[in-house]
């Protein structure tokens, strides 16, 4: 049983289960998105009492902070558990890409195995300016953006567009271009530092 869980499954699976979520989701009239839960978290530990932002009923989203433990729990036991002993399987077209870029791609368990770089992503590349512009101020970025954006790509892309809302089209376009400059303009010149 084991082996049949932790081998690759179709992609549709996962699309069948979004939309069976979602469609549940609609029904009970909740929404899902992973910034929300961190906005119920502040609440939690007493941001309302500073920040107005954060002074709501954070019970209302129970359901979502319980969805986020989950999600740690979930993927703690994928990356240990049910884990491929063999690395992420890239396209060529992106090894190609990523090594024109100078970024080693892992090809053996010893090498990596996940989706970052460990030659970009690590503690030592973090006291780098390199490092510094990727971790920290990429990470704030996001943080903000999802802020302005009144959300996550998750909330924007999944719930908004299911729920036909053009608020989250716009977001979604926003992403979409956003995440081609990166790739195509920016990440080059960091990378050249």
Not at 54 to 64: A, R, T, V
Not at 68 to 78: D, E, F, K, L
Not at 134 to 155: D, E, N, P, Q
Request: glycine residues 14%.
């Amino acid at each position: 049983m084991l082996e049949f869980i932790s081998q690759p499954w179709h992609w549709s699976v996962s699309g069948v289960m979004i939309a069976l979520v979602m469609f549940l989701l609609i029904y009970l009239g909740q929404r899902f998105g992973v910034s929300s839960s961190f906005k119920a978290l502040c609440s939690i530990g007493g941001a309302g009492k500073s920040f107005e932002y954060f002074n709501y009923d954070w019970k209302s989203h129970d359901w979502l902070l319980l969805f986020i433990v989950g999600a740690v729990i979930g993927g703690g036991i994928g990356s240990t558990i049910l884990a491929s002993p063999e690395p992420v399987q890239l396209s060529a077209a992106t090894i190609a890409d990523l090594t024109e870029l100078g970024i080693k791609v892992p090809m053996t368990r010893a090498e990596g195995s996940g989706y970052l770089p460990l030659d970009l992503f690590n503690f030592e590349m973090l006291t780098s300016l390199k490092g510094f512009i990727l971790m920290v101020v990429g990470g704030f970025l996001i943080g903000f953006g999802t802020r302005w954006a009144g959300g996550c790509t998750s909330g924007h892309a999944i719930t908004g567009l299911s729920n036909l809302q053009l608020p989250s089209l716009v977001a979604v376009i926003g992403f979409f271009i956003g995440g081609l400059v990166m790739t195509h303009f920016l990440l080059p010149i960091i990378l050249a530092l």
